[in-house]
């Protein structure tokens, strides 16, 4: 079904908008894959803050053109699937985790931070951690000092709360 002209400027209009706020751009080609596999991926996109679109190229390249996302509108051919996030490498993981068990999902590519990226590039985004796992680890790797100092500090007050203790009943007794 084809659109008429203000429903394509909707759509370019949403997408614009779409772009203008994410940092990532992921690209795939879905040929073959069934209603039932692309809801799945729909909704566990849905709930990561991925906003995965089918649209026409034309479409998706007047959409990105101006934007960060500019780089990467020659390889907007055949069949794809787009996935914009916010998050850095939330589309990226989301696009290949799927492509992990579902082989008629292929990556065709992606952008971040005005560079475009290949297949291994969408990839090697995917495996880095969320943000919310990078800050955790970074908390720990501040605390972890403080935690073995007061580890130390705890051990050595026992060991002279426990030696002070000790001597206690034995001067006692000899009293």
């Given amino acids: ?17 779409l772009a203008a706020k994410a940092q990532t751009l992921v690209m795939a080609e879905y040929r073959g894959i069934t209603v039932a596999d692309m809801t799945k991926l729909r909704n566990d996109a849905r709930s990561k803050g991925v906003s995965l679109s089918v ?32 998050d850095a490498v939330s589309a ?8 992990k068990t579902n082989d008629k999902l292929v990556i065709r590519g992606g952008a971040y931070g005005g ?7 969408v990839k090697q985004l995917a495996s880095i951690p969320t943000k919310e796992v990078l800050l ?12 073995r100092t007061a580890v130390v500090l705890g051990a050595l007050a026992a ?14 007794a000899a009293a």
């Avoid at 990226?92 to 985790?97: M, R």
């Avoid at 720990?140 to 935690?147: C, D, E, K, Q, V």
Wanted: glycine share 10%; proline share 3%.
């Fill in 136 to 147: 955790a680890q970074l908390c720990g790797l501040l605390m972890s000092p403080i935690s």
């Fill in 55 to 86: 649209l026409k190229n034309t479409l998706a390249r007047r959409a990105v053109a101006g934007s960060a996302f500019d780089i990467v509108a020659d390889q907007m051919t055949g069949p794809l699937i787009y996935g914009f996030s916010v």
């Fill in 1 to 17: 079904m084809s659109l008429n002209r203000s429903e394509k400027e909707a759509v370019v209009t949403e997408v614009t908008g």
């Fill in 115 to 121: 560079k475009a990226l290949d297949v291994n590039g």
């Fill in 159 to 172: 060991k002279r709360g426990g030696g002070a203790e000790e001597a206690a009943p034995a001067e006692a």
């Fill in 92 to 99: 990226a993981k989301v696009v290949a985790d799927f492509a």
